[in-house]
């Protein structure tokens, strides 16, 4: 009996520790992709005015009046900064976190899609790095305003000093937006209340309004966002489709299953 159970004598630590590495690992990531990304400039600032271009034509061009707003109110400036540079990766952390005691089958697709738009994301900031409005005449970088009220530095959302490690044209999609459409959506698949379901699009809404008032993201990068997330959810469900089809055959080597069948047929024995 000793010998079945000493393979998985800690399997839930085990298994937060794994997972724990993973969430690290895409943050180390998303952080980094500044070291192979193009830092120039100028057809970073081309590709914003294509988008421009584009948002002009269908009417989504809101970014200008929007930033005047944040600009002029300092209370609403300086509130949409700390919600820019906090709440992006506390949310997100406690909705894995909540997801994660719920168990497996609530965790596991939500955050095969989030690693899988993340993922998709990353590799557009590679291919088509794309200057914020910030960077372009005419608008205001809110988060520089107050710099000096907050713990972030004046050049980006990252901590004082630490500028420099983050990739300033990662601006088309807006992962802030992303990530927080994931958590409506996983709030709105396995909260039990009305009023959490609501909070959770809020959530998202609010981070949507903030990114592009801020002056940190065009309308488009937030389109673009929710679209990625879409696709990591369409990738994690043909990824769990997939694994579904090998479980039966899997599921005879899982050491929980074997410990848990093992324990069950002591229990029938003893009875």
Do not use: C
Request: net charge positive; no cysteine.
């Amino acid at each position: 009996m000793s010998d079945v159970a000493s393979p998985t004598r800690y399997p839930r630590l085990r298994r937060g520790v794994v997972e724990l590495a993973l969430v690290l690992t895409l943050y180390v990531l998303y952080s980094g992709s500044r070291l192979f990304a193009d830092d120039s400039l100028a057809p970073a600032l081309v590709r914003a005015q294509e988008l421009l271009h584009v948002e002009r034509l269908v009417g989504l061009h809101f970014e200008a009046s929007l930033n005047q707003v944040f600009v002029e109110t300092k209370v609403l400036g300086l509130l949409s900064s700390y919600w820019y540079a906090t709440a992006h990766y506390v949310v997100t952390a406690v909705a894995l976190l909540w997801l994660y005691r719920l168990g497996a089958r609530h965790y596991v697709p939500a955050r095969r899609a989030l690693v899988a738009a993340t993922l998709i994301g990353l590799a557009l900031y590679l291919l088509l790095p794309t200057a914020p409005p910030r960077f372009v005449e005419g608008y205001v970088d809110v988060l520089s305003l107050h710099a000096a009220d907050g713990w972030w530095g004046s050049d980006a959302s990252a901590p004082k000093g630490l500028g420099g490690l983050t990739n300033q044209l990662a601006a088309f999609p807006s992962l802030h937006a992303g990530w927080a459409l994931w958590v409506a959506i996983i709030v709105q698949m396995n909260a039990r209340t009305s009023w959490v379901r609501a909070l959770g699009w809020t959530y998202a809404l609010i981070t949507a309004v903030v990114i592009v008032g801020t002056g940190n993201h065009w309308v488009l990068d937030a389109i673009a966002g929710w679209l990625v997330i879409g696709l990591g959810f369409l990738v994690a469900a043909r990824l769990g489709r997939r694994l579904d089809r090998r479980a039966p055959a899997d599921e005879a080597n899982d050491p929980e299953v074997v410990v848990a069948e093992s324990r069950q047929h002591s229990s029938t024995s003893v009875g």
